[in-house]
């Protein structure tokens, strides 16, 4: 399949950082019991900002390091399930807010599986021949959505987003398995909620999580997930860089690599610094990773999220 040309990658999380002690002040907890069933140490959290904000910032930031103007950007994809608004969409915002005069512009829900769907979506424009530039943001701000006295949910969730500007390259590799299935270990039930970072006097949704379902479904889905993928692309895990798992919790993705017999090393994880961060956890990730110079042209890596929906899947990409 034709691959994708990655011009640049950015990231945005905002400055508030909240520690496994402070949230200790709030519900029965400690760092300790947080860091044991999690890997999470801390979180980046808004005190204001909206999810169109953090997108904006990383779009700006991805048009300075590739040194495309917003002319060039064909289609804006933003991968969301915290959006300012049922409509406008949270990409129209980002097109409005940096000229992108020339684009078009949609939002994707797969929850946590978002930023690997939308690479997908755009891949296939590429592929098509109707956009060459495209824009693709994963953004969360989940803390609004958090239920700030269940202390199984509380201690999960960050906000933040990441990103990448690409062109179609017919030299470079692509291959994708994506599913879904329905099924709801994750779920939004409805009642007040105090949200200590963002004062509200709304009622709002806030997120509960079945752990020991989704730790399960993660675990020997995405394993056979990355399986089949490597399957159909004819290589083994030797020939892979690194994984870049969804960072939902440590656990999981030593659970995954254990099923695949890959030491935790082949996998990128920085869970502890950001916690959940759902569809901007994958591009944060490589946009570290690039920073870092962990990897580099010529490297495969493997993306892989999994989520509510259920959703999950993995690309196999060539920087």
Known sequence: ML???????????????????????????????????????????STGENTSDFCVKVAEDLLKKSGLTPDDIDLILVTTVTPDYLSPSVSCMVLGAIGANNAFAMDINAACTGFVYGLSVAQKYLVSGQCRHIMLIGAELLTKYVDWTDRNTCILFGDGAGGMI????????????????????????????????????REMDYLKVDGREVFEFAVKSVSENIGELLITAGMTMADVKYIVPHQANRRI????????????????????????TSSASIPIALSEMTEDGLVGEGDKIILSGFGGGLTWGSVLIEL
């Open 166 to 201: 690409l062109s179609g390259d017919s030299n470079k590799l692509y291959i994708e398995k994506l599913h879904s299935r329905g099924a709801m270990p994750i779920t939004l039930s409805h009642q007040k909620v105090v949200n200590p970072f963002c004062a509200s006097d």
């Open 253 to 276: 993705v030593e659970g995954i690599g254990k099923k695949l017999k890959v030491d935790i090393s082949k996998f990128y994880i920085n869970i502890q610094k950001y916690g959940n």
């Open 3 to 45: 691959g994708v040309k990655i011009h640049a990658v950015a990231h945005y999380v905002p400055p508030r950082v909240v520690t496994n002690e402070e949230i200790g002040t709030w519900v029965d907890t400690s760092d300790e019991w947080i860091v044991q069933r999690t890997g999470i140490s801390q979180r980046h959290m």
